[in-house]
C-alpha cells in the first residue's frame, strides 16, 4: 500500500521569505503522479503543482516548484517570495499513473503560517 | 462554471441520529469521490464512484456508512446512527475521467459535528 508522509505539522514564515515543505512517500510503483494542494479557510482544495514521476524535471507553478528526488521518494514544495495569500494547510498527495480507478492518497497536511 | 456544490455547508446532530450529505459534481464528470477530513488526520479516502458503480468502497469505515450516486450525476452519503467520532468535515471531488490525468476539482466540504 501507498503511503504519504508530512513530517512538519505546522511551519510559520515571514512575508516575502522562501519556505520549503517536506514530503516522502512509500510506493513499489514505478510510475506514479503526485501532487501538492492547497486548502485555504474556506476549505476547498486547489491543485498547486502535479509532477509525474517519470518526468526528470522538476515541476513549477510561478513561484511554486518542487524537488523531486525518486530514489529518496521524496517530493518537497518550495514556495518563494511568500505572500500572505499563501497562508493554507498543504497536502502532499500520491496517484498511481495509469489505472482511472485508483484514488488519491494524500499525507496528513503541513499547516503554513505566512507572517506579515 | 459552476464547481463542485456540498450540502449543507454545515451540519450538526444528536449522537444516534442518520444524517444525509449531498454532493453535485461538475456536470459531464464521471469520477467521484468521498474524503473526510479528521483534525490532525488529513484525509481520509471513503469511496470512489464511476458512473453510477462504486468500484472502490474500501475506505468506509464501518457499515454505518453508505453512499450512493444517481443518473450519473448527484451522490449522497449516508451516517446511520452517527457516532461522536463521525464529526469531521466531509469533502467531494470529481474528476472527467478518472485516475491521474484528470484534475481532481473539490467541493468546499459539509462540517458534521455529533453531539
Known amino acids: 500500500a501507498q503511503t504519504v508522509t508530512q513530517s512538519q505539522p505546522e511551519m510559520s514564515v515571514q512575508e516575502a521569505e522562501t519556505v520549503t515543505l517536506s514530503c516522502t512517500y512509500d510506493?513499489?510503483?514505478?510510475?506514479?503522479?503526485l501532487f501538492w494542494y492547497k486548502q485555504p479557510p474556506s476549505r476547498q482544495m486547489i491543485l498547486v503543482i502535479r509532477?509525474?514521476?517519470?518526468?526528470?524535471q522538476n515541476a513549477t507553478e510561478n513561484r511554486f516548484s518542487v524537488n523531486f528526488q525518486k530514489a529518496a521518494k521524496s517530493f518537497s514544495l518550495k514556495i518563494s517570495d511568500s505572500q500572505l495569500g499563501d497562508t493554507a494547510m498543504y497536502f502532499c498527495a500520491f496517484m498511481k499513473h495509469m489505472n482511472r480507478d485508483d484514488k488519491i492518497i494524500f499525507g496528513k497536511g503541513t499547516r503554513l503560517h505566512i507572517l506579515p | 462554471g459552476a464547481g463542485v456544490s456540498q450540502s449543507p455547508s454545515n451540519k450538526v446532530t444528536e449522537k444516534g441520529k442518520d444524517v444525509e450529505l449531498r454532493c453535485d459534481p461538475i456536470?459531464?464528470?464521471?469520477?467521484l469521490y468521498w474524503y473526510r477530513q479528521s483534525l490532525g488526520q488529513g484525509l481520509e479516502f471513503l469511496i470512489y464512484?464511476?458512473?453510477?458503480?462504486?468500484?472502490?468502497k474500501s475506505g468506509l469505515p464501518s457499515d454505518r456508512f453508505s453512499a450512493e450516486r444517481t443518473g450519473g450525476s448527484v451522490s449522497t452519503l449516508t451516517i446511520q446512527r452517527t457516532q461522536q467520532e463521525d464529526s469531521a468535515v466531509y469533502l467531494c471531488?470529481?474528476?472527467?475521467?478518472?485516475?491521474?490525468?484528470?484534475?481532481?476539482?473539490f467541493g468546499n466540504g459539509t462540517r458534521l459535528t455529533v453531539t
Open positions: 471531488a470529481s474528476s472527467l475521467l478518472g485516475g491521474a490525468k484528470s484534475p481532481l476539482h
Open positions: 509532477q509525474e514521476a517519470y518526468k526528470q
Open positions: 510506493t513499489s510503483e514505478n510510475n506514479y503522479y
Open positions: 456536470s459531464g464528470h464521471t469520477a
Open positions: 464512484f464511476q458512473g453510477n458503480s462504486a468500484p472502490d
